[in-house]
């Protein structure tokens, strides 16, 4: 359950439009909506007042659809100012947006404000990368799963609840291993041969979301994870992804390639990494 959640806004157009999914969020939950933009050392009157105008047009909107959102004015370093506020108004979660340069640089490297925030909040954190400005009202989301899935419970809420928010359809999608027979060839397996080998993870989390009622879809094949889920959206046209990370597994992608890296930079559609509190 969520009683707080936040939106982290600042002058550019990528975190309002991060923000709605917040807004949606708070609406279907009841939560509380704080924006919070943060008044950097050595950032411009300018860009300050832009993230400020971005921030009441946030407000203003949550309020016309019954949203309790406050709008909040920090001054210091991001990290520190969002985290100390976080813990002082207990906050359940925090959706902050990527810039387009972050894109293109390694997903786990220490520099970037968005990357600090998104691994040291003390609070669930949703990861929003923006590609389509003018589709953040998802009627078809896509859902990849990996066979161990960490914080099932908070996971399956969370997709349950943006679901909810904007009555979109839950495709499940997990992409397995090849088998090899002895030959080194591909064995024939049956959508439902391929279903019966989902893991204990992939069917606790299903449970969670058939418990809120959420209609989806599930579907099985093998292949390689970020390639596939890149197809799997585009072919399907889907309006958006959401993937969970582990902060301990973020850390270990410092050292290797990972998904999330591939669809962060590859996704054809707007992105939601979202990592739960431990």
Sequence with gaps: MYRAILAAVNEHVNSEIAARYAKQLARITGARLFICSVHES?????????????AKRIQHAAREVGVDAECVFLEGRPVAAISGFVRSRGVDLAVIATRRKDVHRRFGRRSGTTRRLFLRLPC?????????????HPSEILVPLKERINNIPSRAFFTAMLSKAFNAKIHLFHVTKPLRTFLTREPHLTPLEWEERLSPDLSRFI???????????????????????????AARRRDLIIMGASKRGLFSYLLRSSPVEELMRDTPCNLIILRTRD
């Design 42 to 54: 050595g950032q411009s009157e300018h860009s300050f007042e832009l993230a400020r105008e971005a």
């Design 124 to 136: 669930s954190v949703a990861l929003v990368r923006v590609v389509h400005m003018g589709r953040t």
């Design 207 to 233: 449970s969670h979301l058939e418990g809120y009622q959420i209609e989806h879809e599930k579907r099985v094949t093998p292949g390689t994870a970020g390639k596939s889920i890149t197809i799997e959206a």
